[in-house]
C-alpha cells in the first residue's frame, strides 16, 4: 500500500525517516497496518541509502515495527524474515524476539517458537507473554515428539548480561521507545499498550482450538470428513491457523466440494504464503473445476519450494496432457 497523506501527516514523501516512523506508529495505532507498513518501508529505504553505519539501531527499530504489522495481518513469514533481520542488527530485542516467536507458534514451528520465547525470558524474565508461550510450546512439542522432545530442540542462545541490563530498564530515549504498541509485559502499570495479544487468542482459545483440530484428524483417520469438517471449522473460529485450513481444504476435496477446498488453501497461503500443501491442494482444487492454468501456476509455486516433489511433479505432467 503507498503510504498516505494525512492525518497530522502531511508531505510523507519528503519526510525523514524518523517522521516516517512516527507517522507509521500512528497508522498502527489506528489498525490500519498496510499503510503502517508502507511507511516504515519508506523510511528503512531512507536510512539504507544514507548508508549511516551507525543507523544500525534505527533500522532494527523500524524492521521489527514492520514485523508487527506483517503478523496483524497474518503474514506470519514476512513477519519472521522481518525480525531476523532485525534481530541481526540488534541482538536480542525484546520485541523481535516476541514477534517471531508469535509468528512462528502461527506456522506451527513450534521448537523455533520455543526457542524465541526462552531467549525473551532471558532477556526479561518478567515477560507474562513469553511465560505463557513456553507453556503453550511445552505441551505442543510434548504432544508432537513425545516425553524426549527437549532433545530435538535448537540450541537455545545465552544472552549475555550487557542485553540483559541493556533491555531491562527501558528509558524514553531507549531503542524502540517510539515503536508501536508491543507485546510489553502484562499488567506492568505504565507498560506500552499490547501488541494485540488481547485481541488475537487466547491461551485457552488456542488449547480449545488445539484440541478441536486434534478431534478432526482424528475423524479423518476414520474416513468422516463430513464430520471432520465441522471439528475444523469450529477450531478456526478459536485460532485461524495454517495447518487447521488445509486439513479442511482435504476434506473438502474428499467430498467434493472444489470451491470450499480452493478458498481454504488462499486463506491458508495468506498465513504462510509459501505452504506445500496449500498449494498443492489449491492446484488440485482448480483442476478439479478446470482451471488448469491457476492449477499449474500453484504447483510452480510449490516447485520453487520443493522442486523434487513427486505428487506435484506428477500433477504437473498430468496438467501438461490436459
Not at 500512528?26 to 499503510?35: A, D
Not at 487466547?202 to 471432520?228: F, I
Request: with cysteine; proline share 6%; aromatic share 6%.
Amino acid at each position: 500500500a503507498p503510504a498516505r497523506r494525512g492525518r497530522g501527516f502531511p508531505g510523507a514523501m519528503a519526510a525523514s525517516p524518523g517522521a516516517l516512523r512516527r507517522a507509521g506508529n500512528e497508522e498502527f495505532r489506528r489498525g490500519q497496518y498496510g499503510p503502517a507498513a508502507a511507511l516504515y518501508t519508506r523510511a528503512l529505504e531512507q536510512l539504507e541509502a544514507s548508508g549511516d553505519a551507525a543507523a544500525a539501531e534505527e533500522r532494527s527499530v523500524l524492521l521489527s515495527n514492520r514485523a508487527a504489522c506483517h503478523l496483524k495481518d497474518g503474514a506470519c513469514s514476512l513477519c519472521v524474515a522481518d525480525c531476523s533481520s532485525a534481530l541481526e542488527l540488534v541482538p536480542f530485542g525484546i520485541k523481535p524476539l516476541l514477534r517471531r516467536a508469535a509468528a512462528y507458534e502461527a506456522l506451527e514451528r513450534y521448537a523455533l517458537a520455543y526457542v524465541d520465547y526462552k531467549t525473551a525470558l532471558q532477556v526479561d524474565c518478567s515477560v507474562q507473554a513469553a511465560h505463557d508461550g513456553v507453556n503453550r510450546m511445552t505441551k505442543a512439542l510434548l504432544e508432537k515428539d513425545g516425553v524426549n522432545w527437549r532433545q530435538k530442540l535448537p540450541p537455545i542462545p545465552t544472552v549475555p548480561l550487557s542485553a540483559q541490563t541493556r533491555w531491562s530498564v527501558p528509558s524514553p530515549g531507549a531503542p524502540g521507545a517510539n515503536a508501536p504498541p508491543a507485546a510489553a509485559p502484562q499488567g506492568k502499570p505504565g507498560g506500552s499498550v499490547s501488541l494485540g495479544w488481547a485481541q488475537s487468542p487466547t491461551a485457552a482459545g488456542m488449547e480449545r482450538a488445539r484440541t478441536l483440530k486434534e478431534e478432526g484428524n482424528e475423524l479423518v483417520k476414520k474416513g468422516n470428513h463430513k464430520k471432520a469438517v465441522e471439528k475444523y471449522t469450529e477450531s478456526l473460529k478459536l485460532n485461524q491457523e495454517c495447518a487447521t485450513y488445509t486439513n479442511r481444504a482435504l476434506c473438502y476435496l474428499t467430498l467434493k466440494q472444489y470451491k470450499e477446498a480452493a478458498q481454504d488453501c488462499t486463506e491458508a497461503l495468506k498465513l504462510d504464503p509459501k505452504n506445500v500443501k496449500a498449494l498443492y491442494r489449491r492446484a488440485q482444487a482448480f483442476k478439479e473445476l478446470k482451471d488448469n492454468k491457476s492449477s499449474i501456476a500453484d504447483i510452480k509455486s510449490l516447485l520453487k519450494t520443493e522442486p523434487k516433489n513427486t505428487a506435484a511433479l506428477r500433477l504437473l505432467q498430468e496438467l501438461n496432457r490436459a
